[in-house]
């Protein structure tokens, strides 16, 4: 990023770099902002694994900002999410949903329905970054979808493939006692996080982005078209999120399903 700054500052009129709300030192208020102060940069030059790159993206802002000053524009992503969700995060809910594999049709979800949670369209993202550019809109903003809960954002999931089954809630401790973890990765219920110490990380408020011109399509339809990629993946690709179809059958028998 250093090199990039030194290289395109003498030629470029601006700059737009998409970081991310990691870079924030505190998650555990929802309704933050931009003012939540931030993680110390990193010290070295190479960001050697992910503990690090909350760390790493401060250091890239402060390349730029030292770099561009007014002229850069600092776009902190939340959950990104719609079709070529890579991560499965915005497509996999409407997925289970479409496909459970409990026998009466059930889900298995967190009961955790007041998590904050939100969701920005990639291409609602997209859209608002080449304004900006085009505009000359400069500073550092929250880039996030419009406030919502997780219960808010599975219940549109439901209802964008026509889920008509149980939805069978467990509590965190007893997802953690078999082994379901958190936010992303196998054996995992996404978007779901009940560490204490972040559950304001889906809960920016974004007001200023929106000020900005930041509009957000209705989460129903980014929710419709992510569960349409996650349709069309190729079969070898490996899902890098939720449960496997054994492990949740396995689970819902435990509860009676």
């Given at each position: 990023m250093r090199r990039a700054v030194a290289a395109l500052e003498p030629v470029t009129d601006?700059?737009?770099?998409?970081s991310t709300g990691n870079v924030y030192a505190?998650?555990?208020?929802?309704?933050?902002?931009?003012?939540?102060?931030?993680?110390?940069?990193?010290?070295?030059?190479v960001m050697t694994d992910m503990d690090v790159y909350g760390q790493a993206k401060v250091a890239c802002e402060a390349a730029v900002r030292d770099?561009?000053?007014?002229?850069?524009?600092?776009?902190?992503?939340?959950?990104?999410?719609?079709?070529?969700?890579?991560?499965?995060?915005?497509?996999?809910?409407?997925?289970?949903?479409?496909?459970?594999?409990?026998?009466?049709?059930?889900?298995?979800?967190p009961d955790d329905p007041d998590l904050p949670m939100s969701l920005v369209d990639v291409r609602d993202l997209a859209a608002w970054l080449?304004?900006?550019?085009?505009?000359?809109?400069?500073g550092v903003f929250d880039a996030v979808g419009e406030p919502d809960t997780l219960g808010g954002l599975l219940s549109a999931s439901r209802e964008v493939v026509g889920h008509d089954g149980p939805v069978v809630a467990a509590p965190a401790d007893w997802l953690a006692e078999h082994g379901v973890?958190?936010?992303?990765?196998?054996?995992?219920?996404?978007?779901?996080?009940s560490d204490p110490q972040w559950r304001g990380f889906g809960g920016h408020t974004g007001a200023a982005a929106r000020a900005a011109g930041l509009a957000c399509r209705p989460v129903r339809e980014?929710?419709?078209?992510?569960?349409?990629?996650?349709?069309?993946?190729?079969?070898?690709?490996?899902?890098r999120c939720g449960l496997s179809d054994e492990t949740e059958r396995?689970?819902?028998a435990l509860l009676g399903h």
């Open positions: 601006r700059f737009v770099l998409v505190d998650h555990s208020r929802p309704g933050a902002d931009e003012t939540v102060p931030l993680l110390p940069p990193l010290a070295g030059d770099g561009f000053g007014d002229r850069a524009l600092v776009a902190r992503a939340g959950l990104i999410g719609g079709p070529g969700d890579w991560s499965g995060r915005s497509g996999w809910w409407p997925w289970r949903f479409a496909h459970p594999v409990g026998a009466d049709g059930a889900v298995l979800t080449v304004r900006c550019a085009a505009l000359g809109t400069s973890q958190e936010w992303m990765g196998p054996d995992s219920l996404p978007l779901w996080i980014t929710l419709r078209d992510a569960a349409a990629y996650e349709e069309h993946r190729e079969p070898s690709e490996p899902r396995r689970l819902l």
